[in-house]
């Protein structure tokens, strides 16, 4: 293969979802000819299976809880009289509302040229979709991933939802056994709880959120488990079994084995990075055991004028991470000759959008264990903040890292109301390093959940006054009395 004198475009874009999107974007915003190739709806996962209708569907199952849990405020709790068509007709009312910020017609407007089909890769230059091939003198990968759905003995037999085919649900599943007890998994088990399903959420772990720390998976299990949602950790999935149109999964325990029935399944086990189409194989594109796509820390793969992004690589598979690595593997394909940047993860958030919310950045504590880092841990409960008692949402905890002596932040978990917000402010000490005493030093506006930041630091302060100092100033005011 011999590499064209002249290109069509500066660079192409395969998969249209955050990571693409972004890539594009960024090519288009210094000026450069960018293609973008998609085979399905634009703004991939995050739009129209993952993010958006969840966190849409969700929020319907908030308002049915708040319904039922309403006697708690003063107000006569009802069982919620759940519209379940209703619901998933909001789900897609929300897709078709966001959609036109990654339509083609936007994109097309930007100045990214954007093009319908399978992309495939021919040769380092070279993109095939349909009868036309398209050549660039850089390539960037961007095609995501797919739910992972294990080769367990009889699952063809039985309804296998996934978060690809979950959104076109019309009826509610009555009795819904959820597989995985991560994000998703716990998200939606929650969710579907709270519509109504009777819902089994089975892992073989022997927690939820298994990285996150244990006190995390503690309260959120106790939370779904007393919503109704049967948590089995330490459940390994043996064997479906479907005999007159019922279903069963067998499963092990350490103890022995039992047998659950359910209506439908909703796999959540994890996602592997989509890489059957793109023709990686005759290139000599490298990927790593999990499949993900291998990638150096400029994002380049082992064909070096082709550039990976997104849940395609990892390491985290996260909208705000796909975009973030958008970034670098658009300027280094684009300025690559000039200067490059090395992709940073120093700082990367996430957020559990359960009930309550697990947000975290930086270091857990049990991380810090495992890696032998020194730390010192402050911790402040939700229920201490004015805000969250009289909101009712007194569940949850603040717990900072720092480093031994030092205000500077090495990790912050927080769970509870609107985790995924507050999380925020420890977000920007890590990324710009400033640390509890410039929070304790910041007004917090009173009552807000986000006071919860500052009392962290203030225990902390009070952790750390300085003794000597305040023997002499209590000398002081004594002469003074
Ligand atoms: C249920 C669920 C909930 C989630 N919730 C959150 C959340 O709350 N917050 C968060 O940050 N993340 C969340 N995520 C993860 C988030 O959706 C992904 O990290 C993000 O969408 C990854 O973007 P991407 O661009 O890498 O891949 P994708 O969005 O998957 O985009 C890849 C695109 O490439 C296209 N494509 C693939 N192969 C080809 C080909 N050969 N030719 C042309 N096009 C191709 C696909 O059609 C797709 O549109 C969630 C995911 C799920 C499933």
Not at 111 to 124: F, I, N, S, T, Y
Not at 310 to 338: C, I, K
Not at 356 to 379: F, H, K, N, W
Request: include cysteine; hydrophobic fraction near 40%; charge should be negative.
């Amino acid at each position: 293969m011999s590499r064209p004198r002249r290109f069509d475009t500066n660079l192409i874009v395969i998969g249209a979802g955050s990571a693409g999107l972004i890539s594009s974007l960024i090519a288009a915003t210094v000026r450069a000819r960018v293609t973008l190739i998609e085979r399905g709806a634009m703004g991939g996962d995050c739009l129209n299976t993952g993010c958006v209708p969840s966190k849409t569907l969700i929020r319907s199952a908030k308002v049915a809880h708040t319904l039922r849990d309403a006697g708690r405020f003063g107000i006569g709790a009802v069982e919620p009289d759940v519209d379940f068509e209703a619901v998933m007709a909001r789900v897609h009312a929300a897709i078709a509302q966001i959609a036109p910020n990654d339509s083609v017609e936007r994109y097309t407007s930007l100045g990214v040229d954007c093009v319908q089909g399978e992309a495939r890769l021919v040769d380092p230059w070279t993109v095939a979709v349909g009868e036309r091939s398209i050549t660039a003198r850089n390539i960037i990968l961007a095609s995501g991933a797919t739910p992972f759905v294990p080769p367990i003995p009889g699952i063809d037999e039985v309804p296998v939802l996934t978060s690809e085919n979950l959104w076109s649900l019309t009826e509610r599943p009555a009795r819904l056994l959820v597989m995985g007890g991560g994000p998703i998994g716990c998200e939606l088990a929650q969710a579907f709880c709270r519509l109504g399903s009777t819902v089994t959420l089975i892992d073989m772990e022997d927690r939820l959120l298994p990285r996150e720390d244990p006190e995390v998976s503690t309260l959120l299990a106790s939370v779904l488990v007393s919503e109704g949602v049967q948590v089995l950790t330490g459940h390994r999935a043996e064997e479906f079994v479907s005999e007159s149109g019922r279903h069963r999964l067998r499963v092990s325990t350490a103890t022995g084995s039992t047998e659950l029935e359910f209506d439908q399944v909703l796999v959540a086990v994890g996602r592997r990075a989509h890489t059957a189409s793109l023709g990686l194989d005759a290139l000599g594109i490298e990927t790593d055991p999990d499949g993900t796509v291998r990638v150096d820390r400029y994002l380049r793969t082992s064909v070096p004028n082709i550039y990976a992004c997104g849940d395609l690589t990892g390491p985290y598979q996260f909208t705000h991470m796909a975009s973030h690595q958008a970034w670098y593997a658009a300027v280094n394909a684009l300025f690559g000759r000039l200067w490059r940047f090395k992709v940073n993860y120093a700082v990367v958030p996430w957020v559990t959008f359960t009930d309550p919310e697990v947000a975290r950045v930086g270091l857990s504590q049990a991380e810090a264990e495992d890696r032998g880092i020194a730390y010192e841990v402050t911790r402040h409960e939700l229920a201490e903040v004015d805000r969250a008692v009289t909101d009712g949402s007194e569940h949850g905890f603040i717990k900072v890292l720092t480093v031994p002596g030092k205000d500077r932040v090495l990790g912050a978990t927080i769970v509870g109301a609107e985790a995924g917000e507050l999380i925020t402010e420890y977000v920007a000490a890590l990324t710009h390093g400033y640390g509890l005493k410039a929070i304790m030093g910041t007004i917090h506006s009173y009552p807000t959940l986000a006071e919860l930041n500052k009392f962290v630091a203030g225990d902390w302060r009070r952790k750390h006054a300085p003794g000597r100092v305040l023997d002499w100033v209590s000398r002081y005011h004594a002469l003074w009395r």
